[in-house]
């Protein structure tokens, strides 16, 4: 069955009430709990799970899949408006669309975000369907050590979106890297650095880590100025982005749809990644970089379309081999089996109706997204008139819950206390929290591609020059670190000089 | 004749009514006074969405079916599976409120990595639910297409190391390749992957020769003609793999058994008349024919010869013995 007929009885599928329903009842809460900080997709996705057992498959999967990029929609949110990203996948774009939102411009960074991730989400669809078979035999030819080279690159390029001293944020890198360390090892099992904790054998949990570094230290940040009398204002002018934003932002959005779309369909990708990828692109491509981190609105642009591009990315492995390549798509995999579905080649010729039916209601699921978020970016805004002696007592109610709610564990909530107070301080000394989290995220993934590459290799490191694509991934690497070097150098001499 | 056909219907289903009817009266008779007054919660003691929630899920809904109170699923997860053991030894009242959904996971965990805080010996078994043996698997396209078990492994044994299998670093499936190698003195490079499909499409991809795995891992490449299963780490072949020999069968060996075997276990020392109903209340459930093939259709195998605690301990007690035995002649249990 070609693409357009497959398309077509998808849609003929989606476009009933009930299907419909379930689409619309996915994308709000995909979108409440994008707003909500701490509450991301994973948690949303595991509490849903078990209602869907009863649920026609379509119905079911659509509805979870729009969760997770509703989330997409409704992350950016709360990054631009109180800096506190909703999910990981936004954190960056708190880095610009807060300064937006300072600057008296959260509806232009709201709305291009929406729009962007609209445009994203759209043209990755098209790609998906019409690429779906082709990206297959793409995939399956990343193995340990083209990943190894993938993940190299993308932990290198974050240093360029660093603000100020490049040497802190490869201290926050080298920081993150060693915090994924904890727990227990991924080749041989071993515990290590849990000191005979049990909470401790699977590390921090990443959730409680971001809300603690974003969430938690935020509100004590705020706490201090408005026990100061300083009080940011926000008011929203138009939603709609001007000419000048779109002259700025559509080959952003372009970009990070490229980004995402192919951080996405690579395993140990994922929105996350694809969003630090997309923000350091932009940073390093723009003719101004001064701007980045005061409000450019390329920064929100390009990060929004990639994460939500990595979600129809990384829709692919799923479907076209059953392989999940995070968290949520892994649960989403669950889901499936539950409907007595395996995901994988035959998918597409076994079950026609679900594989371009769930697809069909991306289509749809990202239209009604649209529609929904631009009227209620309004209402998001309202959020700030709240005043803070209630809102952030209500966010730090809601992280607890975040917090708690992925693995039921009450150990997590003291995590997130302890990074919420990490992230202060690391703050309060112009550190940069997301090269951590980039390293949290990262760290596992890269000493797994690294050591699983060694063992299977016959003669050590030359597995890397072997395959064309860890050699070009790690030779870019090089040559982006052989540039730092360079750029270092010169700025020390010219401090020195002056 | 139609309404012959209408009276004969009536009765099947009045029939099947009054035998869940008489289920629900036997059950009633078994009840215990005072119990259960409140939800009874079964423990899982992984993730929402894996293989251990969804038998839990399903047998709560199924002892939901067969007797009017609540059942609810808690997952206490993390530190792979032993948070939950933890809680499930030494925290959860033995007052038949608690149950936990595990598996044999629940063994290594307390010969491996309870350092003594508790053991398998603090629960009690009380119902079987299904096995999963795990297999070996090769692309059919790869070099290893064309061989049968017993060649991979006399070639292994040929040139040691040159046979890469994608396995789950410490887990089950690392333990099945070692325990090949002990028996046969064949030699593996074991290339750690974080999951069973994750090893198979390394294997799809030429990046090993061996993925190991659950056939529902990788049903739909054995469907598509992609991948092919040629050894099962259980007692018997499995019906939708039916050209697929046992380890033992190729090998001649006998002690080669890895499987997810899932059971309902409970803190020990419950009350008598409460344990005997929980085990009526889920057996009535695993008897059922629709949960039978819920839990075929996610690839698990039912075996209903094991009911009752003398037919369970055994078996149990067997497979922690073979477990015990090669941790012992592996250097991992001193």
Redesign the interface.
């Known amino acids: 069955m070609g693409t357009i007929d497959g398309l077509a009885q998808g849609f003929s599928i989606i476009l009933t009430w009930q299907n419909l329903y379930f689409c619309l009842i996915g994308s709000l809460v995909g979108t409440l709990i994008g707003v909500l900080p701490g509450i991301g997709p994973l948690a949303a996705?595991?509490?849903l799970?078990?209602i869907t057992?009863q649920m026609p498959a379509v119905a079911g999967i659509a509805m979870l899949a729009a969760i997770f990029y509703g989330a997409m929609y409704g992350g950016s949110t709360t990054a631009v408006l109180i800096n506190i990203p909703g999910e990981a996948a936004s954190v960056v774009t708190s880095l610009d669309g807060y300064r937006m939102a300072q600057n008296g411009r959260a509806g232009a960074a709201l709305g291009m975000a929406a729009l962007g991730s609209f445009i994203a989400g759209t043209i990755s669809l098209v790609a998906l369907s019409f690429f779906s078979p082709l990206l297959t035999s793409v995939a399956?030819?990343?193995?340990?050590a083209e990943n190894f080279g993938i993940m190299m690159l993308g932990l290198v390029s974050t240093i360029f979106m660093v603000q100020g001293s490049t040497v802190k944020g490869v201290q926050m890198i080298a920081l993150g890297l060693l915090v994924s360390c904890i727990g227990?090892d991924?080749?041989?099992?071993q515990e290590r650095f849990t000191f005979?904790s049990?909470?401790?054998?699977?590390g921090f949990?990443l959730t409680a880590i971001v809300i603690g570094l974003f969430g938690v230290s935020e509100i004590l940040l705020n706490m201090e100025q408005v026990a100061t009398g300083e009080r940011v204002k926000t008011s929203i002018r138009g939603l709609w982005p001007t000419v000048q934003d779109w002259r700025d932002s559509w080959l952003p959005i372009l970009r990070g749809t490229g980004i995402g779309f192919v951080f996405g369909v690579l395993?140990g990708g994922g929105p996350v990644t694809a969003s630090f990828v997309s923000y350091a692109a932009e940073k390093r491509i723009a003719r101004q970089p001064e701007r980045f981190g005061k409000g450019a609105i390329e920064g929100v642009a390009g990060p929004e379309s990639a994460n939500n591009a990595a979600v129809a990315g990384s829709m692919i492995?799923l479907l076209s081999?059953?392989?999940?390549s995070n968290a949520v798509t892994?649960?989403l995999?669950?889901?499936f089996?539950?409907q007595?579905v395996?995901?994988?080649?035959?998918?597409m010729?076994?079950r026609p109706d679900l594989f371009w039916g769930v697809i069909a209601s991306m289509y749809v699921g990202n239209v009604i997204l649209l529609v929904l978020n631009l009227p209620l970016v309004g209402l998001w805004v309202q959020l700030l008139r709240v005043p803070y002696t209630i809102l952030f007592p209500l966010v730090l109610l809601l992280s607890v819950v975040g917090a708690y709610s992925v693995?039921?564990?009450s150990?997590d909530i003291w995590v997130m206390i302890g990074f919420g107070v990490v992230g202060y301080i690391l703050k309060k000394n112009d550190y940069e929290l997301s090269p951590f989290v980039l390293a949290v995220v990262l760290g596992p993934l890269l000493e797994?591609s690294l050591?699983?590459s060694l063992?299977?290799s016959p003669d050590g490191a030359m597995i890397f020059a072997r395959s064309p694509i860890a050699a070009t991934a790690l030779g870019v690497t090089a040559a982006l670190v052989g540039m730092l070097l360079v750029k270092e150098h010169n700025s020390r001499r010219g401090e020195t000089l002056t | 004749m139609k309404r012959h056909l209408l009276a004969a219907c009536a009765a099947l289903v009045w029939t099947g009514a009054a035998l869940a009817q008489d289920g629900k009266a036997k059950l009633a008779a078994l009840k215990p006074a005072d119990f259960p007054t409140q939800p009874i919660e079964l423990t899982v003691v992984y993730p929402a969405g894996g293989g251990m929630d969804y038998t839990g899920r399903l047998l709560a809904k199924f002892m939901e079916k067969h007797f009017d109170a609540k059942v609810i699923v808690n997952n206490r997860t993390g530190g792979a599976g032993m948070i939950g053991h933890n809680y499930l030894a030494t925290q959860a009242k033995p007052d038949g409120y608690t149950l936990g959904v595990v598996a044999n996971t629940l063994w290594a965990d307390s010969l491996l990595r309870a350092n003594g805080r508790w053991t398998y010996k603090d629960f009690e078994p009380i119902a079987f639910l299904n096995y999963d043996p795990l297999t070996w698997a090769v692309a059919t396209d790869g070099p290893l297409k064309d061989k049968p078990l017993k060649q991979i492994v006399e070639d292994a044994k040929a040139k040691p190391g040159a046979t890469r299998v994608a396995v789950l670093a410490g887990n089950t499936s690392e333990m099945l390749v070692e325990n090949v190698e002990l028996l046969t003195g064949a030699k593996f490079t074991k290339v750690p992957f974080q999951g069973g499909a994750p090893g198979i499409t390394a294997a799809l991809g030429g990046h090993v020769e061996i993925g190991v795995a659950f056939t529902t891992e990788y049903r739909g490449h054995i469907e598509a003609g992609k991948m092919k299963a040629i050894g099962v780490a259980g007692d018997k072949r499995l019906p939708i793999l039916p050209d697929a020999p046992t380890f033992n069968e190729a090998l001649g060996t006998k002690e080669i058994l890895w499987q997810a075997w899932r059971y309902v276990s409970v803190p020990k020392g419950i009350p008598a008349d409460r344990r005997k109903f929980l085990e009526a209340w889920i057996n009535a459930a695993l008897d059922d024919p629709e949960l039978q093939e819920e839990f075929r259709k996610t690839g698990a195998l039912v075996d209903r010869s094991l009911v009752g605690e003398n037919k369970i301990m055994p078996e149990v007690d067997r497979l922690i013995g073979l477990e015990k035995a090669f941790y012992e002649k592996t250097g991992r249990l001193k």
């Open positions: 996705l595991s509490l799970l078990p057992f399956l030819r990343f193995g340990p227990m991924v080749v041989d099992g005979g049990v909470d401790l054998t699977n949990d395993p492995p081999l059953g392989l999940p892994a649960l995999l669950g889901a089996i539950i007595g395996q995901p994988g080649p035959m998918m010729v076994q693995n039921g564990n150990f797994q050591r699983q063992i299977m």
